[in-house]
């Protein structure tokens, strides 16, 4: 028990001032309900920025953390380890790619990615063959390389000199995309949906340009599937959706049940890359973490929580669109399963602070969109709760 007091004056006290915390601790939950050290139960349609895929209190999770940490907690990957490969073999029966390897954070499975990327460009002798690019408005993470090929000047500011031979294409721009990329291309970084970008769908026509560009100049298509993955769009990967065939996949975020895990999975060329001592991590692939991502998936499957996005996501549009006929401030709405943007009149944090005040949990993000990302498990009843809510802060302006 701390004997400080768990406020936001603390917080700035003993913390590095990085993060933007709502003035709420919290303790547990209960399905899509969040939970106050005061009682207060908060309806949670961010869901620990699209982790918590089952909500709270899952028992099955609980019971595969629990009975896995009771046997083993860590080891390392000087050893092999049950629960990490029937996790790989789920996701390569899924993916139907060939290798697999895993991290802890969204950000380091893209930095295993840029290498890969760069490692298997090298073998074509061109030693300008390293570039690595992104799309404008994106998100891929924290760390050096995966910083480098985030869009958003707040992410990046400051930080400089970024990775060299990193660039950008501008979304969706087809004459932009034929413009950059070139036979110095080593990967194109992708998220199918663009999630901390305001929730933009990557269009059919710029994925096909992109395949065959692919072929003219042979580099790799990444999709970063962090946040838009494991279901949340209504497919396992949301790529699947444009009809591309990536060469490596990143998955992160709920992967492993609310435990730090994430993955690169790739294809059969560049299956050998990575040699001996080449990349690695002391935690990746936690068995506890792969434990929980196991029970995790079989709930997506046995509870249809890929059809319970698709459904929920389309009622919410739905119910979005009819409150924007009557509520000038709602000016669009983007949804893709349960990855919902709703673009409105003035700075979404407003927003998102007037629900905190009716005690439901939204997200800003790319200043005027309001994000959702609700576990997968959410009801109607509790959409339209949420809805109510939204609709009730419209009508009081
Ligand atoms: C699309 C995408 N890529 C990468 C990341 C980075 O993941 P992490 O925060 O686990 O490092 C995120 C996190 O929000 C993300 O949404």
Redesign the pocket.
């Known amino acids: 028990m701390t004997h400080l007091p768990v406020t936001i004056e603390t917080e700035k006290k003993i913390f590095f001032h990085n993060y933007a915390r709502l003035p709420i601790a919290v303790t547990h939950g209960e399905g899509v309900w969040l939970v106050g050290d005061d009682g207060t139960r908060y309806l949670d349609m961010i869901a620990g920025?699209?982790v918590n895929a089952l909500g709270y209190g899952d028992n099955r999770l609980a019971e595969a953390i629990s009975s896995q940490s009771a046997k083993l907690i860590h080891a390392s990957n000087l050893f092999m380890m049950h629960p990490q490969f029937e996790l790989a073999e789920k996701l390569l029966a899924l993916s139907g790619l060939s290798k697999l390897f895993f991290a802890?954070?969204?950000?380091?499975?893209?930095e295993a990615a840029i290498k890969i990327a760069r490692k298997w460009a090298g073998q074509f002798g061109d030693p300008d063959k390293k570039e690595v690019l992104s799309l404008s408005n994106?998100?891929?993470?924290?760390?050096y390389g995966?910083m480098s090929l985030t869009a958003k000047p707040k992410y990046v500011d400051g930080f400089e000199p970024l990775l060299a031979g990193t660039g950008m294409i501008n979304f969706n721009d087809i004459n932009d995309l034929e413009e950059k990329v070139s036979i110095k291309t080593a990967a194109v970084f992708i998220?199918v949906v663009?999630?901390?970008g305001g929730i933009h769908r990557i269009s059919q026509p710029f994925i096909d340009r992109l395949k065959e560009l692919r072929e003219q100049y042979n580099f790799l298509i990444v999709a970063?599937?962090?946040?838009?993955g494991c279901g949340r769009t209504g497919t396992f990967f949301s790529y699947t959706q444009v009809n591309v065939e990536p060469d490596l996949v990143?998955l992160?975020?709920p992967l492993g049940g609310g435990l730090?895990l994430?993955a690169v999975i790739g294809i059969e060329k560049v299956a050998d890359v990575l040699t001996y001592g080449n990349h690695g991590t002391t935690f990746g692939g936690n068995p506890v973490a792969c434990a929980a991502g196991i029970a995790m998936i079989n709930a997506i499957h046995d509870d249809h929580l890929m059809e319970n996005a698709e459904k929920i996501g389309s009622f919410i549009n739905d119910e979005v669109l009819k409150m924007a006929a009557k509520h000038p401030q709602i000016l669009g709405i983007r949804q893709y399963g349960l990855m919902i943007g709703i673009t409105v009149d003035k700075e979404a944090k407003y927003y998102a602070g007037k629900a905190l005040e009716k005690h439901v949990l939204i997200n800003a993000t790319s200043v005027n969109v309001i994000r959702l990302l609700p576990p997968l498990v959410i009801s109607q009843k509790e959409a339209q709760h949420c809805i109510n809510v939204l609709d009730e802060i419209f009508t009081e302006e």
């Open positions: 920025i699209g802890n954070s969204g950000t380091e499975a893209i994106c998100f891929h993470g924290r760390t995966a998220e663009q999630g901390e970063d599937e962090i946040q838009a990143c992160a975020k730090p994430s």
